[in-house]
């Protein structure tokens, strides 16, 4: 099968839906090819106790508000799958699912999609795939010699899982803080949280709503020329929300440095310090998965494809979309994807008909 379009957007979570809006009220003919079996992108994969950082109204995708979630002021991540399938539904976005794409290459004046379903050649390709699919593991030495468990973010889901055991968890962001805090509150799992460097906390009262503000207003200075204004790194590395706030509160969540080592039976630091331990849970962040587009040579000698806003500089029938300020500010974000979402769709929409 070689299908021909204008638009393939590659991948279906709240990225590559963004841009289904965008591309459906622009009339272009597109498909959405999605690796998952079902609705709700990475969402559907996290641990239990997440939720989002913003109130419903304030993590929305465009066109469509999130409903409040009853009893909640911050929706958790079943609730946002939820809404991303209803979404989809209720546009019509055409989501092609379970499909993955294996690789983009150049065909003359079109793209071509090699997928395990058969082939698409297009006029112009999104890259929505997000970066959950693409943990990042930390080379620290004693890694193939601990007997424990080690498992990323991604593998993460209860407490439960880890009754009787002590967990370290690494990582001084987000993620760190909340699967500790989550670990921290049950009295079965012994706790240890080590961060390269001690945990920021952002002030109570900043949620996602300031963090959007403040990466649209850093992009914005940069843009027109003026100084850095640090965007979100400023203000800290970790949202107090109110698990973590709670566990902070009550004292369970002190972090030590960063160990130098895996031992079998655990963690060594830099004095010869040793602790022992059952699993450690690395969050130590995402890379972009992009492997599906190596064959178009784009990256740069530390990985990184130029873009300009979303479009790639060297391929411009080719837009990334979702991959953090990298492509727009906020743009990992619901609420941030939607205006790089728009513009992407807006320079496709004049290359097509053009």
Known sequence: MNTLTDVVVIGGGQAGLAAGYHLRRRKLDFVILDAQSSAGGAWQHTWDSLHLFSPA???????????AQPGQEYPDAAHVV?????????YSLPVHRPITVRAVRRD??????????????????????????RPFLPAVPGREVFAGRQLHTT?????????????IVVGGGNSGAQIA?????????????????????LADDIDGRALFDAATARRRALDEGLTDTGGVASLGDIVAVP????????????????????????????????AQADAVIWCTGFRPALS???PLG?????????????????????????????????????????????????????????
């Open 82 to 90: 939820d809404y991303l399938s209803d979404y989809e539904q209720r």
């Open 292 to 294: 599906h587009l190596a």
């Open 181 to 201: 805090a989550d670990l921290a509150t049950s009295k079965d799992v012994g706790l240890t949280w080590v961060t390269q460097r001690p945990p920021r906390f």
């Open 243 to 274: 698990p973590v706030r709670a566990a902070r509160d009550a004292g369970l969540l002190k972090a030590q440095p960063m160990f130098t080592a895996l031992t079998e039976g655990g963690v060594q630091w830099a004095d010869g310090t040793r």
């Open 57 to 67: 109204g304030f993590s929305s995708l465009p066109g469509r508000l999130m409903p």
């Open 155 to 167: 593998g993460y889901r209860r407490p439960s899982d880890f009754a009787g055991q002590h967990v």
């Open 298 to 354: 784009l990256r740069g000698e530390r990985g990184h494809i130029a873009t300009q806003g979303t479009r790639a500089v060297d391929e411009p029938r080719l837009h990334l979309l979702g991959y953090g300020d990298w492509t727009g500010p906020a743009s990992a974000t619901l609420i941030g994807v939607g205006r790089p979402a728009r513009d992407a769709v807006a320079d496709i929409a004049a290359m097509v008909t053009g």
């Open 108 to 133: 003359g004046p079109r793209l071509r999609l090699e997928t395990d379903a058969g082939r698409w050649s297009a006029r112009a390709v999104i890259s929505a795939t997000g970066t959950w699919w």
